[in-house]
């Protein structure tokens, strides 16, 4: 079965410092994977996608994830964070049936001024 | 305005009661989920829906129900509510002529706290 593993679950980095979200994924076979983000009292906005192609996927807010297939892995990442980059995030793989998606649990940023 | 809209927004219910939740979409979107978001567990699915007549349980449909009234509509019921069931509700879309390669449409989530 498939599933996705984030393992922090908060982290604190201070405005301006780089910052990387870890995911790690368990899938049958190709994956397609998704970085979403969730501000405070918002739903779910689309950060990036993977489907095929160049590992390195160029996202919305200056966000970028790198696929690696040998370690399972689709962490996020941003050369400077914001404070407005202060949310939930979360790390999806699919298809499913129905294009579902399988989510990780989240990791929570906080962004020290 | 919001491609997918979620009402209520906020609800407090008391265990025993009866509620639902509502959805509607303008995207044209065949597909709709019901997710339930915990912390430090993610989203998990509750209900999903193909069409107006294809209705499937997800991974954690036990004590809801959901009613697809119209290929935007997409409601979420709990007949009778307890505080385990106290989350976060999202309903979200999708469009199957995308093909496998698309990705789901997120409503602003509902509030659940049942006392």
């Known amino acids: 079965a498939q599933s996705v593993t984030q393992p922090d679950i908060h982290i604190t980095v201070s405005e301006g410092a780089s910052l990387e979200l870890r995911c790690n994924y368990s899938y049958g076979a190709t994956p397609y994977l998704f970085w979403y983000v969730q501000s405070p009292g918002q739903g779910l906005q689309l950060l990036l996608k993977y489907f095929s192609g160049d590992t390195l996927v160029q996202g919305i807010k200056g966000f970028e994830a790198e696929f690696k297939r040998s370690q399972s892995s689709f962490n996020l990442r941003k050369p400077s964070v914001h404070w407005s980059d202060a949310a939930e995030y979360f790390c999806a793989v699919g298809p499913n049936a129905g294009n579902m998606l399988t989510f990780g649990g989240g990791t929570r940023l906080m962004v020290k001024p | 305005d919001a491609d997918v809209t979620q009402t209520p927004r906020n609800r407090i219910t008391k265990t025993g009661k009866r509620i639902m939740l509502e959805c509607s979409q303008t995207?044209?979107?065949?597909?709709m989920y019901w997710y339930r978001q915990d912390p430090g567990l993610g989203l998990r699915l509750i209900y999903y829906?193909?069409?107006?007549?294809?209705?499937n349980k997800g991974e954690i449909s036990d004590g809801y129900s959901v009613s697809r009234q119209a290929q935007a509509k997409f409601s979420l019921s709990l007949e009778s509510a307890i505080p385990n069931q106290t989350a976060l509700y999202f309903c979200?879309?999708?469009?199957?002529?995308?093909?496998?390669?698309?990705?789901?449409?997120f409503g602003q989530g509902t509030r659940l706290t049942v006392v």
């Open positions: 829906s193909f069409d107006v007549k294809d209705i």
């Open positions: 979200a879309t999708s469009d199957s002529r995308q093909g496998a390669r698309t990705e789901a449409f």
């Open positions: 995207k044209g979107h065949d597909r």
